[in-house]
C-alpha cells in the first residue's frame, strides 16, 4: 500500500488514544447534529446561537461553519415564489346589497380596516360606516399589527362622527 510501518503505527495510537482537542471536536459535531435535528431550517450561525443560549457553550462562527460542515448539516430554506400584486383599481361589485332590505338606519352595519405606515410607524384604522345611508359612523385607530381591539372597540363604544 505504499505506507511506512511508523506511520502506520502513529495512526493507529491515534485512533485508540484520540486528543482532547478531537474528542471535543466530536462531541460539538454530536452537538450541533442534534441541534440540526430540532432546528432544519436554520444555518450555522443560527445553530451557535441557539447552543450558545441553551449550553453556555462559546465557539466561533467558523468554528461552527467547520462543525457544520464535516457532519454534512445544510439548512434547509424555503424559496417564496414572487407574486404579482393584483390590479389597484379593481372595483367589486357590492354583494351585501344584493339580498339585503334595509329601510331604516342602524340596522346593518359595516366595517373595514386599512393598514399604513407613516412615518415609518404602523397604523391600522377600522372604520364602521351605515349602509343606510353609507354614513361613517365610528373610528378607530390603532399602532399594534393585528389589534382585535380596534374592532372591540369600535362596536363597544360606538360614537357617531358629525
Known sequence: ???NRSSFYKWKHRLEH??????SFVADLI????????Y????????????????GLVV??????????????????KHYRYKKQGDPFKVYP?????????DGPLQCIVSDMT????????YELTLFMDIWNNE???HSLSAKHGDRMTYIDGLNNPRVLG
Open 1 to 3: 500500500m505504499g505506507v
Open 18 to 23: 484520540p486528543s482532547k482537542r478531537m474528542q
Open 31 to 38: 452537538l450541533f447534529k442534534e441541534y440540526h435535528a430540532k
Open 40 to 55: 432544519p431550517s436554520h444555518g450555522y450561525r443560527w445553530l451557535n446561537a441557539k447552543i450558545r443560549l441553551d449550553t
Open 60 to 77: 466561533s462562527d467558523q468554528y461552527a461553519h467547520k462543525c457544520c460542515k464535516t457532519a454534512g448539516i445544510v439548512s434547509i430554506s
Open 94 to 102: 357590492n354583494l351585501l346589497m344584493t339580498g339585503l332590505n334595509v
Open 115 to 122: 393598514a399604513f405606515y407613516l412615518k415609518g410607524i404602523y
Open 136 to 138: 361613517i359612523l365610528t
